[in-house]
């Protein structure tokens, strides 16, 4: 099973959500992340996510900026964008339903009524809206991964 994070720069956003999924899942899940512009390309992660990730335990610094693309639609199982426009780029390269179906929001259908549907840029902010970004992605992902496994025990008996 291939997991794959989209923000829109591949360095404050998606890198978190590809340490924190990557840490709640077993090594048989691969998990990754790319941004729809190619700004960034090839750079660590920017050092707020890298600091809010060591405060909680997770190394991301090794990580690198890479830029989404159409065969990604192919390769990953499943893409969770984090805001309305990651996921507006994402469908824009979809060919087909299957492609369409592997996409959505990463806070969709989690129940989580105190936050919003989407995960905030913290680009702009201070090292507090990486810490929000931080918790509401923990609990998304704590979510994603346990259905993710549940899924996977019902794929191999
Ligand atoms: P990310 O954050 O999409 O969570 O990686 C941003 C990174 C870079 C820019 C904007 C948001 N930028 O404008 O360069």
């Not at 790319?34 to 700004?39: F, P, R, V, Y």
């Not at 009524?113 to 905030?120: A, D, L, S």
Request: proline share 4%.
């Amino acid at each position: 099973m291939k997991i794959l994070m989209v923000c829109l720069g591949n360095i404050c956003r998606s890198p978190l959500a590809e340490g924190i999924l990557k840490s709640k899942l077993p090594s048989n899940f691969t998990v990754d992340s790319a941004g729809t512009i190619n700004m960034h390309e090839g750079n660590a992660p920017d050092k707020r996510s890298v600091e809010v990730a060591v405060k909680n335990g997770l190394n991301i610094s090794k990580q690198r900026s890479r830029h989404f693309q159409s065969q990604d639609l192919d390769e990953y199982d499943r893409i969770f964008c984090m805001d309305k426009n990651n996921l507006r780029d994402v469908l824009s390269l979809a060919e087909s339903d299957e492609q369409r179906q592997k996409v959505s929001l990463l806070m969709n259908d989690l129940n989580l009524k105190q936050h919003p549907h989407e995960v905030p840029d913290p680009y702009w902010s201070g090292s507090e809206g990486f810490d929000q970004v931080y918790r509401q992605i923990d609990e998304a992902c704590e979510i994603i991964a346990e259905n993710l496994l549940k899924e996977s025990f019902k794929i191999k008996p």
